[in-house]
């Protein structure tokens, strides 16, 4: 709140004396800005082009699963599959003689906040089952290091097979959803825990089927899990099952169609959850992204309010893909990412919409497939982008809060 | 006499071949007679604002091509607005999926700051389909190039002369119509216009720029073209002596032709009459499927010291314009600003800066290139 009302003054200072116009160019650029707003600009050097990243490095990500913040250090991790590579994109991997770029990087990747790479890891080892692709397909050296392997499934990929959203909790440990099982691991990748059958879909209740994100929430010590129709929660440490409800705190049910209705009555029924999102005043956010809709609850299950997001947009994801709140103390603004393109800024109160972020396209500032979303301690978002099985896009952008726009203020 | 020198020619090529690690290599032992300029991306060019904008609603297509106006350095790019794919053109969609994209026009003019200056030209039955090569001559017409034609347009896109026939693929020793020429540039001295043809034909034609009178044409070294040549590339051994999709074309202030031999991983260089030369081949071992010799464009120094070929495999190489070495090299695969997603072509301004357009079915943009430092620039 301090921090935004020294923005206001700034800006209020430069108007008065004619200083720099209020509106960043850039920022302009990628967002329409909206009077009481946040405003963004785009790191135009976020991740460094270096190394592996570098002119004469050949990584590259597959799709952008998820991307979450460490807590402690605002260090950014990034889950990614590196599976949808394409086969014309992976020369390096397969086909050295036909190009020399690139090689999908290790499917969890940690950056630091200057964008600067720390270390990757992942893929199937020994004590647990990463699935996609089965065993042996990423490789590991003597000192079991990372060794890049094949790419382990290049078409036909179920939508859960494969990486999907990361969370680092308070203590550190990276929590990773692959291929319905959730993964708990410590900052140097060694498998710590795991819920869940083994990439398998689940047969029996009190496990997860189609998880997509796994939270711990500090307060309570519990995990809570979206998982298709329905958020479960679980003890952080044993993995014990403690309460399930779908929407509304509704039972869910599994019967309820699974069409898009994006008119009318409110659908009774989530209808794939993709992400969950925790606030500091113990609100859980629910991405209930094949209705466009946001569900928010108590965390023991209490339905408060929803709100429904570009409800018309027909996009297959849906609008509301992932969620990530503000970074200032009240948490204000709670932001969506959609699969349209766009990261919508609501009111976290009203769950209003009022504003947005962002085109579909390439260029900076705009997103191609946009899937993930994360914002780290000084408010700047993290923005990743899908493959969707017929194009990439496949960055993380880094989009710097500059402040609040003034009440009366009116952008170019 | 000719063959010995083709000989040497030949020795040359392939000292000049090999990955870039050799290069590499290369370079440490032989200190190049002319530094390679080096360039730094404007993440901020083209301007991303109006129907490119946050409220706008134009994507590109794949773009076939980038040129430069020489009289006022506007950046002129060809796009395929019929390529949008069915995840981008939502709101085309009747009723509207989402509020992006529709196509932008085909044709399209930025100033030199990427402020979007005009576009014209659609896609259908009527003058083009498959947009593939686009230059712009000393008087600021506009060349296009695509199925079986070459078009001459104002800058406003009033058509002024059309060369070739939609309906008519000749062979290679026809003297009437193109067969899917890739480029047409005009040569300010002679006022004649040069064509790579192209995707079908194995041959540079010129003709008058004026009047479309047909002038000459020639193939591989300057032979006759033979269209009963394989159609496989071969990575080593002797030289093809035919082309394999003459895929771009250049032509210095002193009269030299520059063909970008696609299929050859492989440039060739002419007198503007068609007398061969020299040739060299750039990473020829390199198989990458779109082949390392995609484009070609001339510095615009005083003494156009560089050829920049453009490689599908997203690197864009320096060669030295006078010995024909690789001399430097920027780009890669991917989607932040300065890499590349299929690099199909370049082109060069006043000032030095070079600008590429990809063509693939995904990340297509255009992209600056502002030029840093080197010998001098004049």
Redesign the interface.
């Known amino acids: 709140m301090r921090r935004n009302r020294l923005y206001m003054l700034v800006f209020a200072t430069a108007i008065l004396v004619g200083g720099e116009p209020f509106v960043p160019r850039?920022a302009a650029?990628?967002?329409?800005v909206v009077p009481g707003g946040p405003v963004f600009e785009v790191d135009?050097s976020w991740p460094k082009?270096e190394g592996h990243f570098g002119?004469q490095?050949?990584w590259?990500f597959g799709a952008i699963a998820g991307i979450a913040i460490d807590p402690a250090n605002d260090h950014v991790w990034v889950a990614t599959r590196p599976a949808t590579m394409a086969q014309?994109?992976n020369?390096a991997l397969k086909?050295p003689?036909?190009?020399?770029?690139?090689l999908p990087t290790p499917p969890v990747v940690e950056f630091d906040a200057g964008g600067k790479f720390i270390q990757g890891w992942g893929g199937p080892e020994q004590g647990h089952d990463w699935l996609v692709g089965g065993k042996g397909v990423f490789e590991y050296d003597e000192n079991g290091n990372y060794v890049l392997g094949r790419p382990r499934l290049e078409s036909g990929l179920d939508w859960w097979a494969g990486e999907q959203r990361i969370s680092v909790d308070h203590g550190g440990n990276i929590w990773l959803v692959e291929s319905n099982q959730i993964l708990k691991f410590s900052n140097a990748g060694k498998l710590l825990v795991q819920i869940g059958p083994s990439g398998k879909q689940a047969d029996q209740d009190g496990v997860p089927r189609h998880p997509t994100m796994a939270v711990l929430y500090a307060k309570t010590n519990e995990l809570f899990v979206s998982d298709m129709r329905r958020v479960m929660v679980f003890d952080g440490d044993a993995g014990k099952l403690k309460r399930v409800w779908g929407a509304y705190g509704y039972k869910p049910d599994d019967s309820a169609p699974s069409t898009r209705i994006l008119v009318g009555p409110a659908p009774k029924q989530f209808n794939n959850v993709q992400a969950l999102a925790i606030s500091n005043d113990g609100l859980v956010y629910v991405a209930d992204s094949e209705n466009n809709r946001v569900q928010v609850f108590r965390t023991d299950g209490t339905f408060l309010k929803e709100g429904f997001v570009a409800r018309d947009?027909?996009?297959p994801a849906g609008t509301v893909v992932d969620m990530a709140l503000s970074a200032d103390s009240g948490q204000q603004f709670l932001y969506v990412a959609g699969a349209?393109?766009h990261i919508r800024i609501l009111n976290r109160e009203t769950l209003q919409t009022v504003g947005?972020?962002?085109?579909?396209?390439?260029?900076?500032?705009?997103f191609?497939?946009l899937h993930s979303l994360a914002v780290d301690s000084k408010g700047d978002i993290y923005a990743g982008?899908d493959h969707?099985g017929?194009?990439?896009?496949?960055?993380v952008q880094k989009l710097l809060f500059k402040g609040i726009a003034p009440a009366a203020a009116v952008g170019p | 006499m000719k063959r010995s020198i083709l000989g040497v020619l030949v020795i040359i090529g392939i000292a000049s071949m090999g990955?870039?690690h050799n290069l590499r290599a290369q370079s440490a032992n032989v200190e190049p007679t002319v530094k390679a300029p080096t360039f730094a991306v404007d993440?901020?060019w083209p301007?991303?604002?109006g129907n490119?904008?946050?409220?706008?609603?134009w994507?590109f297509g794949a773009i076939g091509s980038i040129a430069v106006d020489p009289t006022n350095d506007h950046v002129w790019a060809f796009t395929r607005p019929e390529t949008l794919?069915?995840?981008?053109d939502?709101a085309l969609r009747n009723p509207q999926?989402?509020?992006?994209?529709v196509p932008s026009p085909s044709v399209l003019e930025f100033d030199q700051a990427g402020n979007f200056i005009q576009g014209w030209g659609g896609w259908g039955p009527d003058d083009w389909i498959s947009e593939h090569g686009i230059s712009v001559d000393y008087r600021g017409n506009v060349w296009l190039s695509g199925f079986n034609q070459v078009l001459k347009f104002t800058r406003t896109g009033k058509l002024l002369l059309r060369i070739g026939d939609r309906e008519h693929i000749p062979d290679s020793n026809e003297s009437e119509g193109l067969g899917y020429p890739t480029k047409a540039v005009v040569y300010e001295k002679t006022n004649e216009v040069f064509i790579s043809d192209g995707y079908v034909n194995r041959r540079v034609i010129v003709f008058d720029a004026d009047t479309g009178k047909f002038k000459r044409l020639w193939g591989a070294y300057g032979n006759k073209p033979d269209d009963a040549a394989p159609w496989i590339r071969v990575f080593d051994g002797p030289p093809p002596q035919q082309f394999f999709v003459p895929h771009d074309i250049a032509v210095s202030r002193d009269g030299l032709v520059y063909v970008a031999d696609r299929g050859n991983n492989r440039v060739q260089v002419f007198h503007s009459d068609g007398s061969f030369v020299k040739e060299t081949f750039v990473d020829r071992?390199?198989?990458?499927?779109s082949n390392t010799v995609i484009g070609v464009s001339v510095s615009t120094d005083e003494r156009q010291q560089f050829l920049y070929v453009a490689g599908a495999?997203?690197h864009l190489r320096i060669l030295n314009r006078d010995t024909l070495q690789i001399i430097g090299s920027?780009?890669?695969?991917?989607?932040?600003?300065?890499q590349m997603m299929r690099l199909h072509m370049s082109a060069v301004d006043s000032k030095g800066n070079i600008y590429t357009a990809t063509a693939g079915?995904?990340?297509?943009?255009i992209q600056k290139f502002v030029y840093k430092n080197g010998s001098p620039q004049s």
Do not use: T, W
């Open positions: 850039l650029q990628i967002q329409e135009l082009a002119e490095g050949n590259d014309n994109e020369f086909y003689s036909m190009g020399d770029c690139c947009r027909q996009v349209d393109d947005s972020i962002g085109r579909l396209g390439h260029y900076p500032g705009q191609y497939n982008e969707n017929l194009a990439g896009g496949r960055r | 990955a870039r993440p901020r301007k991303m604002e490119f904008g946050v409220k706008g609603n994507l794919r069915p995840d981008e939502y999926m989402a509020d992006c994209c071992g390199v198989r990458a499927p495999d997203d920027f780009g890669r695969m991917g989607y932040y600003p300065g079915s995904d990340g297509r943009r």
